[in-house]
């Protein structure tokens, strides 16, 4: 098979042009075409949660600062053209999407953050695909992508069939959104203003969509890249607009985005079956992250096991080395960061209703 070969190649070509280049936006819509038809170029999402993993080798207080930043702009900018309406890797690799997601957050300039925020939303966009079951969906889901419209009431008020099955025998027992309904509803919460401020944009950050649309030159039926366009984004890279806020306030953001994924399990459509299966990854992938010093990432890591903790039962082995970290922490409090203390602390929180 030459899947691998290709996609290997790929990704070689646009590490060597980097990110925002002429070269890289094309391969990344060539990728954006064959991972349709064939899932497996859709490996490279543990590709680029394996190279997120990777910072551990470097100390550094931002993800931003490491010197695989480079690599992880270009795998993020390819990433989001495949996530569009790939129902395969929304499917199969939410939990990584999940973990990318919030190792991330509110890293690097505005755009690599608007790319971030805009491969969520083609995830959730392709889960809410797999739940529609042939319905005709409202105008306003897709211009919704784009951010030029808000949802109108349409998705959000088509009901479960149980629902509608009470309503008809007279049981008012309350309006129950469908699977379909309760994914178009996040879909429509991710592009307001509050939930992208969780995602570091601001309300004249640049949008995924917006640089997509801005780095093409239409002419007649034939659209190509705009190198002048490009070069002015690309100029964002070598300025690392790091969000300056508190570690508490960082580390709520962390918790905020890892429910939009909690919810998304939650989602009656996936809850008995993949559900459980996406939690266990998902707390897999952040475990094997917790324990390992990374000022980056750690934190990070720790606010998510709480989070997912709350959901499962507590052994003994992992709180253990919760509270061994949280006495190393207090230990050498002052002379490094805050931040780790104040996530075991939070982490610790969560565990404690299921000791």
Same mark, same amino acid.
């Given at each position: *098979?030459? =899947?691998?070969?290709?996609?290997?190649?790929?990704?070689?070509?646009?590490?060597? !042009?980097?990110?925002?280049?002429? @070269?890289?936006?094309?391969?990344?819509?060539? /990728? #954006?075409?064959?991972?349709?038809?064939?899932?497996?170029?859709?490996?490279?999402?543990?590709?680029?949660?394996?190279?997120?993993?990777?910072?551990?080798?470097? &100390?550094?207080?931002?993800?931003?600062?490491?010197?695989?930043?480079?690599?992880?702009?270009?795998?993020? %900018?390819?990433?989001? =053209?495949? $996530?569009? +309406?790939?129902?395969?890797?929304?499917?199969? !690799?939410?939990? *990584?999407?999940?973990?990318?997601?919030?190792?991330?957050?509110? $890293?690097?300039?505005?755009?690599?953050?608007?790319?971030?925020?805009?491969?969520?939303?083609?995830?959730?966009? $392709?889960?809410?695909?797999?739940?529609?079951?042939?319905?005709?969906?409202?105008?306003?889901? +897709?211009? +919704?992508?784009?951010?030029?419209?808000?949802?109108?009431?349409?998705?959000?008020?088509?009901? &479960?069939?149980?629902?509608?099955?009470?309503?008809?025998?007279?049981?008012?027992?309350?309006?129950?959104?469908?699977?379909?309904?309760?994914?178009?509803?996040?879909?429509?919460?991710?592009?307001?203003?509050?939930?992208?401020?969780?995602?570091?944009?601001?309300?004249?950050?640049?949008?995924?969509?917006?640089?997509?649309?801005?780095? !093409?030159?239409?002419?007649?039926?034939?659209?190509? /890249?705009?190198?002048?366009?490009?070069?002015?984004?690309?100029?964002?890279? $070598?300025?690392?607009?790091?969000?300056?806020?508190?570690?508490? @306030?960082?580390?709520?953001?962390? @918790?905020?985005?890892?429910?939009?994924? /909690? %919810?998304?399990?939650?989602?009656?459509?996936?809850?008995?079956?993949?559900?459980?299966?996406?939690?266990? %990854?998902?707390?897999?992938?952040?475990?094997?992250?917790?324990?390992?010093?990374?000022?980056?990432?750690?934190? %990070?890591?720790?606010?998510?096991?709480?989070?997912?903790? #709350?959901?499962? @039962?507590?052994?003994?082995?992992?709180? !253990?080395?919760?509270?061994? =970290?949280?006495?190393?922490?207090? #230990?050498?409090?002052?002379?490094?960061?805050?931040?780790?203390?104040?996530?075991?602390?939070?982490?610790?929180?969560?565990?404690?209703?299921? /000791?």
């Amino acid at each position: *098979d030459l =899947t691998d070969l290709v996609l290997d190649m790929m990704v070689t070509v646009s590490l060597e !042009y980097g990110a925002l280049t002429v @070269e890289t936006e094309l391969i990344a819509d060539m /990728l #954006a075409t064959v991972a349709g038809k064939n899932p497996r170029y859709n490996k490279l999402v543990p590709r680029l949660r394996k190279l997120i993993a990777q910072t551990c080798t470097m &100390s550094v207080m931002h993800i931003s600062s490491h010197q695989l930043w480079p690599e992880i702009a270009v795998y993020m %900018r390819l990433l989001l =053209t495949m $996530s569009f +309406s790939n129902c395969n890797l929304a499917d199969e !690799y939410l939990p *990584d999407v999940a973990f990318i997601t919030c190792m991330l957050l509110k $890293s690097g300039p505005g755009l690599i953050q608007a790319t971030l925020h805009g491969i969520v939303m083609h995830v959730v966009h $392709s889960l809410a695909l797999t739940q529609c079951n042939g319905m005709i969906i409202d105008p306003t889901f +897709s211009s +919704s992508i784009t951010g030029a419209n808000s949802f109108a009431g349409n998705p959000v008020r088509q009901f &479960s069939e149980s629902a509608a099955a009470n309503a008809d025998a007279g049981n008012n027992t309350g309006q129950v959104l469908s699977p379909y309904a309760q994914l178009a509803q996040q879909l429509a919460e991710l592009i307001q203003t509050r939930t992208k401020f969780n995602f570091g944009l601001r309300s004249k950050s640049t949008s995924a969509v917006t640089f997509i649309a801005s780095s !093409y030159t239409r002419g007649g039926a034939a659209s190509t /890249l705009n190198p002048e366009a490009l070069m002015e984004f690309k100029d964002e890279l $070598s300025h690392s607009n790091q969000v300056l806020e508190s570690p508490r @306030e960082a580390l709520a953001g962390v @918790e905020r985005v890892a429910h939009i994924f /909690l %919810r998304i399990m939650d989602n009656p459509a996936f809850v008995n079956g993949r559900g459980n299966s996406w939690r266990a %990854r998902w707390t897999t992938l952040v475990t094997a992250s917790t324990f390992v010093f990374n000022p980056a990432i750690q934190p %990070r890591a720790f606010v998510l096991l709480g989070r997912l903790a #709350a959901h499962d @039962e507590v052994d003994d082995d992992l709180l !253990y080395q919760t509270l061994a =970290t949280l006495r190393g922490a207090l #230990a050498s409090f002052g002379e490094t960061d805050e931040s780790l203390p104040i996530s075991v602390l939070l982490c610790l929180v969560n565990m404690v209703g299921n /000791l």
